[in-house]
C-alpha cells in the first residue's frame, strides 16, 4: 500500500447534520490575536487551512452580546448585525477553498470582564470574576436566562446569515456560561437551573434545542463540551458526571467537539504532557454514547496515530489547533504521502503567549502563521530568486537553518557553515533539558528539507573567520551567530546596582550547565532576572540530579512569563515537588564562595542564601564579533546579521528572523522600507 491509500480513511467526507466535511480533518476553534480587531488578517490565515486541506475551519471564541465583552482580547465579535461583514470576510475565503466554515458562539459569563462595555457581569450564582479585578458577578435572575437564550438564538442567526456552515454551543474551558452552569461549585442555585445535573444541564439542552430551531435546516450544531476539569473528585470527571452529560444530551447535538478542561488542560505543552493524544484516555468514551461525529484533540501530527483513532472508534474527526497552526497543510501533505514534510507542532506554546498578550498570532515553526495577509507569506511557497546566485549562511541555529532552508526554495547555491559538530544551536542545546526533546523537531524539520536539495551545501565543525569568508568569495552574507549567557548576574534587575561578585564565587552559566558542567558539590542558586522559561528548567534538571537547589528570583513567581504559555502553575508545583526552596522578589545584591547576598526587592533589606556555588540566568550578549569584523571589510553586496545575534528572543523570533531575510534577500529596499506590514486602519466613515 502506498503511503497515500495507507491514509484514505483519513479522507472520507463525513456528514455533519445538514452539511457535509471533505475529510476527517477538523481545525478545531483557536484564539490568535487577530479576531474582530485585525479581520482581514484572521480571514487570510484561516483561508491558509482551508487552503491546507482541512475540511472545517473555526474561527475562535466570539461574543454574542456586549455583557460578553472580553476586551482588550482580540476575540471573535458578533454583537450585532454590523459585526456580519467582517466575519464574511472569512466564511467567503474559507468556502472559496472547499472548506466547512464553523463559528463558536460564545457568552463568557464571569471569565468576560466588561471592561469596553461596562455591563454588569453575569453568572449562575453570585461569584467572583475570573480576574483579579474589583468586580464581581452576578447571579442570572430568570430574565437574565431568558434574554441571554435570546442572544444566542439572535447570534446563531447572525452567524447563519454570515455564512458559518457549524454553529457552536460552547462549554468548555471554564470561559462560558453554559460551562458555568454545568458545574457545581460554579452554579449554587436551587431553582430548576441548579442542583441535579439534569438542572445544571438544563440551560444547555435549551441553548441546542434553540439554535437547532434557528439555523438548524442549513447549519449543522456542534457542542463543544469539556468532558472533565483534571481536578479529580473536586471537579466534573469523565467517568462520571461528564459521561451522564453526555448521554443525557447523546443525539442532541449534530456533532460533539470534546475536550479537557481548563485551557491549560486541553493545550497542554509537551514539556508537562509529551504525549500526542494525551486525551484520550478522557473522551474515549464518548464515541460509544452517541451515534453523532465526535471530535477530540491532543497535539495529532502522526497519521498513524490519526488513523488508529479512527479505528478505534475513538474519533470520527481529527481535532487541530496547534498542529494547524505549526502546519497549515497537514492535511494536504498527508494526502499526499509527503509525511516527512510535515511541520510537527512542538508543544511550546508560544501561539497561545499571544492571545494571552493580545497580539496577532506567531507560531515558532511556523514563520508565517499570522502573517498571511500583512506580509503576504504563504507556509509553502516564496518567490524564486532573481539575479544573484549564491549565499553563505553562518550558524546553523533557527535562525541560520531557517534562512539557508528559504534562500534554498528560492533556488540560490546556499552554503551553511556550522562552527560545532552538530547543527541546532540552541534549540539542540535546550532540548536536551527535561521536559523540552521535542524542540529539537524546530531543527529536524529543517535539516531533514535541507537534506532533500542539491542547491544547499553544510559544513560542520567549520568555525570561519573573516578572512576564510572572504577566500570563499560568496557575496552575500547571513550571520545568525547567536548569543550567550552572560555570567555577571546583570540583568533586568540588576542595572542601577551591580552584584558584587568575589574572587572566589563560584559561577555557572545556562550554557556551561547545557554543555554539561555541574557546579561543585553542596548547595546551589539558581538566579532567574531572565524571568522567561530557562532558569525554571535548570533548576528542575539539577534538583532531578539529586542537587540542593534555591531557586532565587526577583519576581513574585517563578518563571513569570510562563503564565503566557499556560504553564506556571505546573512548573512552580514541580520545582516544589523537587524539594527546590523557592525565594521570591529577592535581587542578587552579590556572590562569594559560601553564600549569595540578596536584597528584598521591595525593602532593600539584605539577607545571604548559604551556597557553594551560583547559575546565574540573567541576560544574554549578542555574538557579534564575526560581523562587525566581516562588516568593516567592506566587501559584500549583502551583510545581515540575523536571528538571536541581531536580537536575543525567543526560538520562534530567531526562525522568524531567519525566514525574513531570506524573503528580504533582492527586494527592493524601497519595498521593505516603504511599508513595514500592511495594517488594517480604523474606518473614520462612520
Ligand atoms: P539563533 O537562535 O540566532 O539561530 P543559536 O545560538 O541557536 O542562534 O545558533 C548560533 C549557531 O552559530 C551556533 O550553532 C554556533 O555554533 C554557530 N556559530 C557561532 N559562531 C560561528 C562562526 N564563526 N562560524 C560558524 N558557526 C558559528
Ligand atoms: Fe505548536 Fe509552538 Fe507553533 Fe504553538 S507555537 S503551534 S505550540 S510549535
Not at 166 to 190: C, D, E, K
Not at 324 to 342: H, N, Q, W, Y
Request: charged share 25%; hydrophobic share 40%; with cysteine.
Amino acid at each position: 500500500m502506498n503511503e497515500a491509500n495507507r491514509y484514505s480513511l483519513l479522507f472520507e467526507p463525513v456528514q455533519i447534520g445538514p452539511v457535509t466535511a471533505r475529510n476527517r480533518f477538523y481545525q478545531v476553534p483557536h484564539c490568535n490575536g487577530l479576531g474582530h480587531i485585525r479581520p482581514k488578517a484572521e480571514a487570510a490565515m484561516r483561508a491558509m487551512k482551508a487552503e491546507g486541506g482541512w475540511a472545517v475551519v473555526s474561527n475562535q471564541e466570539t461574543e454574542i452580546h456586549p455583557t460578553s465583552d472580553l476586551s482588550p482580547a482580540a476575540e471573535g465579535r458578533l454583537w450585532d448585525a454590523r459585526d456580519i461583514p467582517a466575519l464574511r470576510l472569512m466564511t467567503d475565503v474559507v468556502h472559496d477553498k472547499g472548506a466547512l466554515a464553523a463559528i463558536e458562539l460564545a457568552h463568557n459569563g464571569s471569565h468576560a470582564t466588561n471592561h469596553l462595555s461596562r455591563a454588569p457581569v453575569l453568572a449562575p450564582s453570585d461569584v467572583t470574576i475570573d480576574a483579579i479585578m474589583p468586580k464581581q458577578a452576578r447571579a442570572m435572575d430568570k430574565s437574565d436566562i431568558r434574554e441571554f437564550r435570546r442572544w444566542h438564538r439572535d447570534a446563531a442567526i447572525r452567524a447563519r446569515d454570515a455564512g458559518f456552515d457549524i454553529v457552536y454551543v460552547y462549554a468548555g474551558h471554564h470561559m462560558s456560561l453554559p460551562h458555568h452552569f454545568l458545574l457545581p461549585h460554579m452554579n449554587t442555585r436551587i431553582d430548576e437551573y441548579g442542583g441535579s445535573l439534569e438542572n445544571r444541564a438544563r440551560l444547555t439542552r435549551e441553548l441546542l434545542e434553540e439554535t437547532r430551531e434557528a439555523v438548524g435546516d442549513t447549519c449543522a450544531v456542534a457542542f463543544r463540551f469539556a468532558v472533565d476539569e483534571i481536578q479529580g473528585a473536586d471537579g466534573m470527571q469523565a467517568a462520571e458526571e461528564g459521561r451522564a452529560l453526555v448521554e443525557m444530551l447523546a443525539d442532541l447535538p449534530d456533532l460533539w467537539d470534546v475536550n479537557v478542561s481548563g485551557w491549560s488542560n486541553d493545550s497542554a505543552t509537551t514539556r508537562f504532557e509529551p504525549q500526542d493524544g494525551y486525551q484520550n484516555e478522557y473522551i474515549s468514551f464518548v464515541k460509544q454514547t452517541t451515534s453523532k461525529p465526535v471530535v477530540g484533540v491532543g497535539r495529532f501530527t502522526s497519521p498513524d496515530m490519526m488513523v488508529s483513532m479512527v479505528r478505534k472508534g475513538i474519533v470520527d474527526f481529527i481535532g487541530a489547533a496547534r498542529p494547524s497552526i505549526a502546519d497549515p497543510f497537514l492535511p494536504k501533505k498527508i494526502e499526499e504521502g509527503r509525511i516527512a514534510d510535515i511541520r510537527e507542532c512542538i508543544g511550546c506554546n508560544i501561539c497561545v503567549s499571544t492571545d494571552m498578550l493580545g497580539i496577532p498570532i506567531r507560531c515558532t515553526q511556523n514563520p508565517t502563521m499570522g502573517e498571511e495577509w500583512r506580509r503576504g507569506w504563504h507556509p509553502e511557497s516564496i518567490a524564486p530568486r532573481e539575479k544573484e546566485t549564491d549565499a553563505l549562511v553562518i550558524g546553523a541555529g533557527p535562525a541560520g537553518l531557517e534562512c539557508t532552508l528559504q534562500l534554498a526554495k528560492r533556488g540560490y547555491e546556499v552554503t551553511l557553515a556550522e562552527a560545532s559538530d552538530a547543527v541546532g544551536g540552541r534549540v539542540l542545546r535546550e532540548g536536551k533539558l527535561p521536559g523540552l526533546a521535542a524542540w529539537s523537531r524546530v531543527a529536524d524539520y529543517r535539516v531533514y528539507q535541507l537534506q532533500q536539495r542539491s542547491n544547499v551545501q553544510m559544513f560542520m565543525q567549520s568555525q570561519l573567520g573573516a578572512e576564510e569568508i572572504a577566500e570563499l568569495g560568496i557575496a552575500n552574507v547571513f550571520v545568525a551567530t547567536g548569543a550567550h549567557w552572560r555570567g555577571d548576574g546583570i540583568g533586568r534587575s540588576t542595572l542601577r546596582r551591580r552584584p558584587e561578585l568575589g574572587v572566589n564565587a563560584k559561577v555557572l552559566t545556562p550554557d556551561d550547565i547545557m554543555q554539561g558542567h555541574r557546579p561543585p558539590d553542596g548547595p546551589v542558586v539558581v538566579y532567574d532576572d531572565d524571568q522567561i522559561y530557562l532558569a525554571g528548567v535548570l533548576a528542575e534538571l539539577l534538583a532531578q540530579e539529586g542537587r540542593d537547589v534555591t531557586f532565587v528570583t526577583p519576581a513574585s513567581m517563578v518563571s513569570p512569563f510562563t503564565e503566557n504559555t499556560l504553564e506556571q502553575a505546573r512548573i512552580q508545583s514541580r520545582l516544589i515537588e523537587l524539594g527546590v526552596t523557592i525565594r521570591c522578589n529577592r535581587l542578587m545584591a552579590g556572590l562569594n564562595a559560601q553564600a549569595v547576598r540578596v536584597s528584598c526587592a521591595y525593602t532593600g533589606r539584605e539577607e545571604e542564601v548559604g551556597c557553594s556555588s551560583a547559575v546565574l540566568v540573567t541576560e544574554r550578549r549578542r555574538e557579534t564579533v564575526l560581523f562587525d569584523a566581516l562588516r568593516d571589510t567592506g566587501n559584500f553586496r549583502t551583510l545581515e546579521l540575523i536571528g538571536d545575534a541581531a536580537s536575543p528572543g525567543l526560538i520562534a523570533d530567531a526562525v522568524y528572523s531567519g525566514h525574513m531575510a531570506a524573503r528580504n534577500f533582492e527586494r527592493d529596499p524601497q519595498d521593505t522600507n516603504a511599508e513595514w506590514f500592511r495594517r488594517e486602519i480604523i474606518s473614520l466613515t462612520s
